[in-house]
């Protein structure tokens, strides 16, 4: 059976893996992250977000959303 991209992205989470809206993208074809994440966080799943900087070739650095699971310890 074909997975969502919501079971891709928290698979994906689960097992570690950090995301931003480029790597999902890229790896997953997922188009709007912030929206699939807001949906697996209103099912009850800690995922946090974390500003990273990134440098871009006509910008500079921009701050952008990395997105990854709580640690259960």
């Known amino acids: 059976m074909k997975q969502t991209q919501r ?3 928290l698979d994906f989470l689960q097992s570690g893996g950090k995301l ?3 790597s999902a993208l890229r790896d997953f074809g997922v188009i709007e992250l912030p ?3 807001c949906e ?3 099912e009850g799943y800690a995922i946090i977000s ?11 650095l921009v ?3 990395e997105y990854s699971m709580r640690c259960e310890s």
Not at 53 to 59: G, K, L, P, Y
């Open 7 to 9: 079971e891709k992205i």
């Open 20 to 22: 931003t809206r480029l």
């Open 35 to 37: 929206a699939r994440i």
């Open 40 to 42: 697996l966080k209103k």
């Open 50 to 60: 974390k500003p990273k900087q990134i440098e871009t070739t006509h910008n500079g």
């Open 63 to 65: 701050t952008i959303a």
